[in-house]
């Protein structure tokens, strides 16, 4: 079975740090990647997603960036954090299926505080 | 308009009653249609796929309204359990646009 991980759970940095989730996938191989971002009491919003390795599409502009060094590991990052960052950061996956995006499966998260 | 609206609520019902959730999609070419449940600082997870007119499993019952562009979650006999906030998603061409869900409290 499918099974996905991401790390740390819980973050708090200050502003101006620099950032690095990871998001790694087993039980799968060549999968669609998606980072997103969920602030509070709002909806996901899709940040990065990948269709390979280093093969990156950005959503919204803004100080994180992504890659995908392997098939099956994804992370995010940024060089100077904003207050703004602050979030709960959602790692996805999804079969490819004809081109047509299958069903996303969602990693535990990573809490971020920004002070 | 935005391109998946919900019902933000908070629906508060009481246990073994019926509820009904409604998602309205601005994308009228739009594929696929998922419903998912989230905990309280978890991850959102798949609670049903809606890729025709409609799809049952067990007490949740979700439906499809192409013409009116509207998805709807209908959950009978309501559990405890049931309390989480439910986000529609709606798929057009692998872009997933996630509404910003709705929140249900079932109470004993």
């Known amino acids: 079975s499918q099974t996905i991980h991401q790390w740390p759970a819980t973050l708090v940095q200050p502003v101006g740090s620099p950032l690095s989730l990871e998001c790694t996938v087993e039980?799968?191989?060549?999968?669609?990647l998606y980072w997103y971002r969920q602030a509070a009491g709002r909806g996901l919003q899709l940040l990065f997603y990948?269709?390979?390795?280093?093969?990156i599409s950005s959503e919204v502009p803004q100080n994180l960036s992504a890659s995908r060094p392997q098939d099956r590991q994804f992370i995010l990052s940024s060089k100077k954090l904003l207050l703004s960052d602050s979030g709960f950061y959602l790692c996805?996956?999804?079969?490819?299926?004809?081109?047509?995006?299958?069903?996303?499966?969602f990693g535990p998260g990573t809490r971020l505080t920004v002070l | 308009r935005k391109e998946v609206e919900q019902d933000p609520g908070p629906f508060n019902v009481p246990e073994g009653a019926t509820v009904a959730f409604n998602c309205t999609y601005s994308?009228?070419?739009?594929?696929?249609f998922f419903w998912y449940r989230q905990d309280c600082r978890k991850e959102p997870k798949l609670l049903m796929s809606v890729y025709s007119s409609g799809n049952e499993d067990g007490r949740f019952t979700a439906q499809l309204n192409r013409a009116s562009q509207y998805i709807s979650l209908l959950i009978r006999d309501s559990k405890l359990s049931d309390s989480a906030t439910y986000l529609c998603?709606?798929?057009?061409?692998?872009?997933?646009?996630f509404g910003a869900g709705t929140r249900l409290t079932v109470k004993p």
């Open positions: 998603v709606v798929n057009h061409n692998n872009d997933m646009r």
């Open positions: 994308n009228s070419a739009s594929q696929s």
């Open positions: 039980g799968t191989s060549n999968p669609n």
């Open positions: 990948s269709v390979g390795i280093g093969q």
């Open positions: 996805a996956w999804s079969v490819k299926a004809g081109g047509r995006t299958d069903t996303q499966y």
